[in-house]
């Protein structure tokens, strides 16, 4: 299979989650000392039985707590790629963001109040107005070209990071910020307990013992600029496929008929078979379905292909899941290794996966990082990397 044109390059990686505050913190932290979920601080009145993976960063008022983290993101993407803000003014400069539900949802306390016969402020109303991530990214740093929030569940930071890469190959932008960011909420706590697929215990993606998934939250943003850029390049987008399953609004297609159909578009979109692939980084939400239908498809189409799975160190981020893992794809890509999953401990036999148990070093620059989310969507992006 040919390899075909990169959609675009990366020049800037800027990542926050629970797992460090910066891309080098994340990778070395996955490496040495992958952190574990904690009882909620910011809802703690909700109990403690479900553990997440909290950033440390409190800001005032906490309603804005992921937009800080992609504005920490995104700024940081820029300093990796040697821009400040004032060099984008006149550029075609677009912004494309992920989240499953922004920080509008945690206005949910207004609504609380409101129920129960109190008055209430509507200045915050006007801020729930406000409340896109794209827009609010793009108004910051005074960008005008095109803008767009994706809200596609947990598919959402992978589609947008997608959708940036192909603005860019089409020549609609000189440069994108593209990525997912989210931030813990009550609603979403105590929505997927209800659903009874969060874990009581730390989470242990393809484990045979996994019980359900942690939540956790961040942000990761990409800069994204045409394959041709004489700036310093930390990885690309090569390829990008995104399918649904149509099967079911939370559970996956049994054969993971979507997933395949994502995988096998950003494969042939890059170029690239799938025994060229280093790695591959699982969506791994430690959920028995997810698992196993992921487990089903990652056996079919990436024999003897090393699986890393993060979301033990990092949680499930929902919207700025696939970003993040984007991000910690394209590290590990410029590292030359992967690290253990964090908590796997014992194969299931049901699985035709098993994830990584100890560092390997990598034995080519092309990985996978793939998204499955409730709706039944699917997201996959082929990325290459530069050593560092």
Same mark, same amino acid.
């Given at each position: 299979?040919?390899?075909?044109?990169?959609?675009?390059?990366?020049?800037?990686?800027?990542?926050?989650?629970?797992?460090?505050?910066?891309?080098?913190? /994340?990778?070395?932290?996955? +490496?040495?000392?992958?952190?574990?979920?904690?009882?909620?601080?910011?809802?703690?009145?909700?109990?403690?039985?479900?553990?997440?993976?909290?950033?440390?960063?409190?800001?005032?008022?906490?309603?804005?707590?992921?937009?800080?983290?992609?504005?920490?993101?995104?700024?940081?993407?820029?300093?990796?790629?040697?821009?400040?803000?004032?060099?984008?003014?006149?550029?075609?400069?677009? !912004?494309?963001?992920?989240?499953? /539900?922004?920080?509008?949802?945690?206005?949910?306390?207004?609504?609380?109040?409101?129920?129960?016969?109190?008055?209430?402020?509507? +200045?915050?109303? +006007?801020?729930?107005?406000?409340?896109?991530?794209?827009? *609010?990214?793009?108004?910051?740093?005074?960008?005008?070209?095109?803008?767009?929030?994706?809200?596609?569940?947990?598919?959402?930071?992978?589609?947008?990071?997608?959708?940036?890469?192909?603005?860019?190959?089409?020549?609609?932008?000189?440069?994108?910020?593209?990525?997912? *960011?989210?931030?813990?909420?009550?609603?979403?706590?105590?929505?997927?307990?209800?659903?009874?697929?969060?874990?009581?215990?730390?989470?242990?993606?393809?484990?045979?013992?996994?019980?359900?998934?942690?939540?956790?939250?961040?942000?990761?943003?990409?800069?994204? +600029?045409?394959?041709?850029?004489?700036?310093?390049?930390?990885?690309? /987008?090569?390829?990008?496929?995104?399918?649904?399953?149509?099967?079911?609004? @939370?559970?996956?297609?049994?054969?993971?008929?979507?997933?395949?159909?994502?995988?096998?578009?950003?494969?042939?979109?890059?170029? !690239?078979?799938?025994?060229?692939?280093?790695?591959?980084?699982?969506?791994?939400?430690? =959920?028995?379905?997810?698992?196993?239908?992921?487990?089903?498809?990652?056996?079919?189409?990436?024999?003897?292909?090393?699986?890393?799975? @993060?979301?033990?160190?990092?949680?499930?981020?929902?919207?700025?899941?696939?970003?993040?893992?984007?991000?910690?794809?394209?590290?590990?890509?410029?590292?030359?290794?992967?690290?253990?999953?964090?908590?796997?401990?014992?194969?299931?036999?049901?699985?035709? !996966?098993?994830? =990584?148990?100890?560092?390997?070093?990598?034995?080519?620059?092309?990985? !996978?990082?793939?998204?499955?989310?409730?709706?039944?969507?699917?997201?996959?992006?082929?990325?290459?990397?530069?050593?560092?």
């Amino acid at each position: 299979m040919p390899r075909q044109p990169a959609l675009a390059a990366v020049t800037g990686i800027g990542c926050v989650c629970a797992a460090g505050d910066c891309l080098e913190a /994340v990778l070395d932290n996955l +490496e040495a000392n992958p952190p574990v979920p904690a009882p909620p601080r910011r809802f703690a009145g909700l109990g403690e039985s479900h553990p997440v993976f909290e950033t440390e960063a409190s800001p005032n008022p906490p309603s804005d707590h992921g937009l800080t983290l992609l504005m920490e993101s995104a700024f940081q993407a820029l300093a990796v790629a040697g821009l400040s803000p004032g060099e984008l003014a006149g550029k075609r400069v677009g !912004v494309c963001i992920g989240s499953s /539900v922004g920080f509008a949802i945690n206005y949910f306390p207004l609504y609380q109040a409101w129920k129960q016969g109190e008055q209430v402020p509507v +200045e915050p109303l +006007e801020a729930f107005r406000c409340s896109n991530y794209a827009l *609010a990214l793009a108004k910051r740093l005074g960008l005008v070209g095109p803008c767009q929030l994706v809200a596609n569940a947990c598919a959402s930071g992978t589609d947008a990071i997608g959708v940036g890469a192909t603005w860019i190959a089409s020549g609609l932008c000189d440069l994108v910020l593209a990525g997912g *960011a989210e931030s813990l909420s009550s609603v979403s706590y105590l929505g997927f307990i209800r659903l009874m697929i969060a874990d009581t215990k730390p989470c242990r993606p393809f484990d045979r013992a996994r019980n359900g998934l942690n939540l956790g939250e961040g942000a990761a943003v990409l800069v994204l +600029e045409p394959a041709g850029t004489t700036r310093s390049v930390a990885g690309a /987008v090569l390829g990008y496929g995104t399918a649904g399953d149509a099967y079911h609004p @939370t559970a996956p297609h049994p054969h993971g008929r979507g997933l395949r159909c994502a995988f096998k578009t950003a494969l042939r979109q890059a170029g !690239v078979a799938p025994r060229g692939v280093a790695f591959v980084n699982a969506h791994g939400t430690a =959920t028995q379905d997810n698992d196993k239908v992921e487990g089903l498809v990652l056996g079919d189409m990436f024999p003897g292909v090393p699986v890393l799975a @993060t979301k033990g160190a990092t949680g499930h981020a929902l919207g700025a899941a696939g970003a993040i893992e984007a991000a910690i794809t394209l590290g590990c890509l410029g590292r030359g290794t992967i690290p253990a999953s964090p908590g796997f401990v014992e194969p299931d036999p049901a699985l035709a !996966v098993i994830p =990584t148990t100890r560092s390997l070093a990598l034995g080519s620059r092309i990985a !996978v990082s793939d998204s499955l989310a409730f709706g039944g969507c699917n997201a996959a992006l082929v990325l290459g990397g530069e050593r560092s």
